[in-house]
């Protein structure tokens, strides 16, 4: 069983460009969430997602960012108009969908992106 | 206010001694513990977790922690580290339903010398 896989590994953007990070989660997971880690900070929490359905994007920026997770295919984090403050590594996380018991956070290995 | 303190940025320890990282947390609902572990340039792996029963957990790569309620705090320890424990360690907090974002103190940076 393939861990959480993320594409592209690193992206490099120049200001105003936009960004597609893909995310397809473990099989058999249908709950995925989008972390990003600033430089010298912790992973903070942006979006959750079901298919089809966004639970909770508390964490997301107001402007330029947004999230999806179709019915078939991955989960795209897209950032329009990309601006220096957005380079971060962005991390997606996917769980199983047990009831009863902990949904443990499977982590995947990140998308560094750079904003030239 | 929901959040996760890890005090020391960085810490520096000669191989084969001993390891601990501090870790306290502010959490409303009951928490769910986690210790992650992050390589240069890689995702994090779990080393541990905590939900309820004993206290000290073990974990993997020989890690263990304690959860002390009284103080808030959920150490990291190991009794001799290898240089390859060198990397990034994030404690992290969380609930027990699905869906619940973790939220993660900044980390602390292992440095091994030989």
């Known amino acids: 069983n393939a861990g959480v896989m993320q594409n592209p590994r690193h992206l490099v953007r120049r200001r105003g460009q936009e960004a597609r990070l893909r995310c397809s989660p473990m099989k058999g997971h249908s709950h995925v969430y989008w972390y990003r880690q600033l430089p010298e900070e912790g992973l903070k929490f942006m979006v959750y997602?079901?298919?089809?359905?966004?639970?909770?994007e508390s964490g997301m920026p107001k402007e330029r960012f947004s999230a999806e997770f179709p019915k078939e295919g991955p989960s795209i984090l897209r950032i329009q108009q990309v601006v220096r403050g957005d380079s971060a590594a962005y991390f997606c996380?996917?769980?199983?969908?047990?009831?009863?018991?902990?949904?443990?956070?499977?982590f995947g290995p990140g998308t560094r992106l750079t904003v030239l | 206010a929901q959040s996760v303190t890890q005090p020391d940025i960085h810490i520096t320890v000669s191989e084969g001694a001993s390891l601990e990282l501090r870790c306290n947390y502010s959490y409303g609902a009951t928490p769910y513990l986690f210790w992650y572990v992050q390589s240069p340039g890689q995702g994090l792996q779990l080393l541990l977790k905590?939900?309820?029963?004993?206290?000290l957990v073990q974990g993997i790569k020989g890690f263990e922690a304690e959860f002390k309620r009284s103080q808030s705090s959920f150490n990291l320890r190991k009794p001799s580290v290898h240089w390859s424990d060198a990397a990034e360690y994030f404690c992290a907090v969380g609930r027990w339903q699905a869906g619940t974002a973790l939220i993660f103190g900044k980390g602390t940076t292992l440095s091994v010398s030989s």
């Open positions: 905590y939900f309820s029963g004993d206290t």
């Open positions: 997602l079901q298919k089809e359905n966004i639970i909770d």
């Open positions: 996380a996917s769980s199983p969908d047990r009831t009863g018991t902990y949904n443990e956070q499977f």
